[in-house]
């Protein structure tokens, strides 16, 4: 697409986009942004809002030899996201016309939550969602139409999510963000060759065992744990159970490490220190540390002397430790955040030894979410070329997975890359 016109285009979809976010009610937010859209042009990448074009991406930019570097050595049948969010609100039917089951807090939506209610609007706008009352249908449509864009054999592992339950293993929907059914992830994973599912299910509910064999049953390939947002203590001896079971299934455990930013209890943040996880590691069971855990502290709890190290360090002493050299694992989802330290992604790049134990992994939608990844921030800070810069801004507003997938693959430090075992992840969730 030539550059007058692709420009067009952009401004054409950032109107559409504003006019978006003004009938989601976020007229104070949109205002802001656009306020602010200049300082964005300037010193980010380009449009504040998900431009979401629906054309095939050009042929020059395939062909483009940014384009086939990355794709140089990957086998696509290989690669499965292992991080990729289901969405939805539940309001409607989905596309086979029956409910889907899916719940979000009204905390979300509600004026007296403006944060809140900001952060949904950029997931939908990031989802590229048109009407949010036809979430659940609208979303998993873009998927199909984004994997028809992708080369053959790539796979989202769609993710449930459970409700955050207390301590004595009641559902605690005050507390929750929002909840989407192991039964609808694998309803909707059954529907297209290009999906896989992950489950979800709390270690303190009265029937997670049962629930774990179900989902093992029903082609789940791993269990995803928030434990913030869940309110789960991934070392409480109540997990010991649920631990075993994962292990006798063959079933990863998919946590997340590191802050949460959707979680405003500090309380409950210091179950994202990755130390916990020293327990279904000691058991066996292979796990997943989300991010890399790159993001914020907690406090070393093996050094009581020491006080708080960044939750990165913590994590790279387990993937460090002899003992765990076979279980202990990392996905790169978000790592790629402009609120992410340069000096740890360089420090993932740097660890050869970590990238047969390493997972490509997306986070999406939130590549779609255009304020938070920066090509320039990136080149800045000498982790991709500034040379391609333009080019993945070109890719994006076509495909945002495509976007992420292509910054991973490009990104470099002192002549290394991630390596091509990053990017075979189907190996990681073989049935067993």
Known sequence: MPAKN???????????????????????????????????YHYFDGPVFNPCLKDTIPES?????LMLKAFEGIDFSELWDSHFHLLGNGTNPGLDGTRTGVWLSPQMT??????????????????????????DREYVQYLSRLSSNLPGGVRFMLLAFDYNYSKKGVINREESTFYIPNQYAAKIAATHSSFEWI???????????????????????????????MNIDPSSRRCEAFYNKLVELNLPLVTHAGDEKAVHSEELQKFANPLLLRKPLDLG???????????????????????????????????????????????????????????EIRQIIENQDWHSRLLYA??????????????????????IAQSAVSFLNDVRPYSPWLYDFLIKRLMQFDGLRLSTQVFQTQRHFEKG
């Open 285 to 343: 069971v292979k796990v997943i540390v989300a991010h890399c855990a790159s993001l914020g502290s907690n406090r070393d709890i093996e050094n009581k002397t020491v006080g708080e190290k960044s939750n990165f360090e913590l994590f790279a002493r387990l993937m460090n430790d002899d003992n765990y050299a076979n279980n202990c694992l990392g996905d790169i989802s978000a790592i790629n955040l402009i609120n992410r330290e340069p000096k």
């Open 199 to 229: 489950a979800s299910v709390h270690p303190y509910r009265g029937d997670a065992i049962e629930q774990l064999e179900w989902c093992k049953q029903n082609g789940a390939r791993a269990v995803k744990w928030l434990p913030p947002a």
């Open 6 to 40: 692709y420009e067009l285009v952009r401004l054409r979809n950032f109107i559409l986009q504003r006019r978006k976010f003004l009938k989601f009610g976020l007229a104070t937010g949109a205002t802001a942004m656009v306020a602010g859209s200049g300082a964005w």
């Open 110 to 135: 509600s004026l007296l939550s403006p944060i809140q209610r900001i952060q949904y609007a950029f997931y939908l706008d990031a989802a590229c969602i048109e009407h949010p009352q036809f979430a």
């Open 61 to 65: 930019l395939m062909q483009h030899s």
């Open 362 to 383: 997306s986070d999406f939608p939130l590549p779609g979410v255009m304020p938070i990844i920066s090509s320039k921030n990136l080149a800045s800070n000498g982790l």
